[in-house]
């Protein structure tokens, strides 16, 4: 009776590694492809935003400093949900949250820095004019 188990397992493994054949898929290639993203990710991303922070903090463009901090904020965002969802860990909502409310703060510092409301005479000139 196992020999019959056996069979049909062996039958079963067939079909599937036809099916596979079949669907021209190359799953080395999706694998490389993915890695080949997470790396462009993180260099593109990352290393050259980070550098462009720094630019705009030594160059005292504070605005586009905080503008590019809040897009890094969104995108992390965006990546700790997408772990969430398939993990169901809660750190990763936290992380969501947390990368949220630093994009919301991020973008109120940019319009801030933008307008000038961090002078005060600015800001006061922007409540008359409302």
């Known amino acids: 009776m196992s020999n019959v188990e056996t069979n049909n397992d062996l039958e079963r493994k067939e079909e599937i590694l036809a099916m596979s054949r079949s669907e021209k898929k190359d799953e080395g290639d999706e694998h490389s ?4 993203t ?5 260099i593109g991303f990352y290393v050259v935003g980070v550098i462009l922070v720094v630019l705009s903090l030594i160059m005292h463009q504070l605005s586009a400093a905080w ?3 809040a897009v890094y904020g969104a ?9 969430y969802r398939f993990t169901k860990k809660v750190y990763h909502i936290v992380g969501f949250a ?3 409310a630093a994009t919301l703060f991020s973008i109120f510092a940019f319009v801030d820095f933008a307008l000038e409301w961090h002078n ?3 800001f006061t ?3 008359r004019w409302w």
Request: glycine share 14%; charged share 25%; hydrophobic share 45%.
């Open 33 to 36: 492809s993915l890695k080949g």
């Open 38 to 42: 997470e790396f462009g990710g993180i």
């Open 67 to 69: 503008a590019l901090i």
């Open 75 to 83: 995108f992390n965002a965006g990546y700790e949900f997408k772990k």
């Open 98 to 100: 947390a990368c949220i």
């Open 120 to 122: 005060i005479h600015e």
């Open 125 to 127: 000139k922007a409540i």
